[in-house]
Every structure is written in structure tokens, then in C-alpha cells.
């Protein structure tokens, strides 16, 4: 805590929100809450609150990294997403795969995209080659 902090309300905000470490979903949206209502006075926000909602938002990020991990994306998982969002079937990636047996081994799981094969799919679906390697 700095020397700029007027310690009293200081005190009386922490003993108002009770900042601890959080172990439970119902425990995170309180906390969640309490930092939204700090954001939400924006600029006008006091050294005291300042300081809090750096707590609370450092209290919030440990839990949320500890229990919403997002798995890596595989290539297999981006081109499936992909065809799903733009709903496309296997039949409509023949021309890039080259043949239905390719892409459905593919999709499959059982054979990986190859450099050429990532390249046309970057270029017909308009993102970098690099997402299906």
C-alpha cells in the first residue's frame, strides 16, 4: 500500500468487500461484481478504490486461470469449427483435399494437414496458413 492512501478508507472498503482468496463460483461472481461496480465509476474512481480493484481484479485472474484453462486449439479442432460456422460439409473441401477419402480421413483424425493442404485451406477460408499446422 502506498503513502498516498488514506489508510481509514482503505480499511473500511476492504472490511465493505472482504476481499479473499476466491474457492468458489459463488465467491468469484461476488467478487466479479464488486470489481464491475469500481470500473464502473471510471475516472472518478479514488486512490482507495484504485487500489482495491487491483486486488480484487488479481483475486478474480487467479481463480479464473485456475478454472476456466482454454485448452489449445489443434488444426483438426479450427477446421472443424470453421466448416461448422460457415456450414460447410466434407464435400465442399474435395477441391483442397483433393479426394473424399483425404478429408475424411482428416476430419477423422487419422491424417494430419499437410503444408499444401494448410496453405489452400488459409486461402479459402481467408486466415493464416499457420492455424492448421
Known amino acids: 500500500m502506498t503513502s498516498t492512501l488514506n489508510k481509514e478508507e482503505y480499511t473500511r472498503l476492504l472490511v465493505e468487500t472482504l476481499p479473499r482468496i476466491i474457492d468458489t463460483e459463488t465467491e468469484h461472481k461476488r467478487l466479479l461484481n464488486e470489481v464491475e461496480k469500481l470500473m464502473d465509476l471510471g475516472e472518478s474512481l479514488t486512490a482507495e478504490q484504485a487500489e482495491l480493484l487491483q486486488l480484487l ?8 486461470n485456475k478454472h476456466y484453462q482454454l485448452k489449445a486449439a489443434t488444426p483438426l479442432d479450427i477446421l472443424q469449427e470453421l466448416m461448422l460456422t460457415r ?47
Open 57 to 64: 481484479v488479481l483475486l478474480v485472474k487467479q481463480y479464473e
Open 87 to 133: 456450414e460447410l460439409k466434407q464435400k465442399d473441401l474435395v477441391d483442397i483435399f483433393g479426394s473424399k477419402g483425404i478429408i475424411s480421413e482428416v476430419i477423422n483424425g487419422k491424417r494430419s494437414i499437410s503444408k499444401n493442404q494448410a496453405k489452400a485451406l488459409g486461402t479459402f477460408f481467408h486466415v493464416s496458413p499457420a492455424l492448421f499446422l
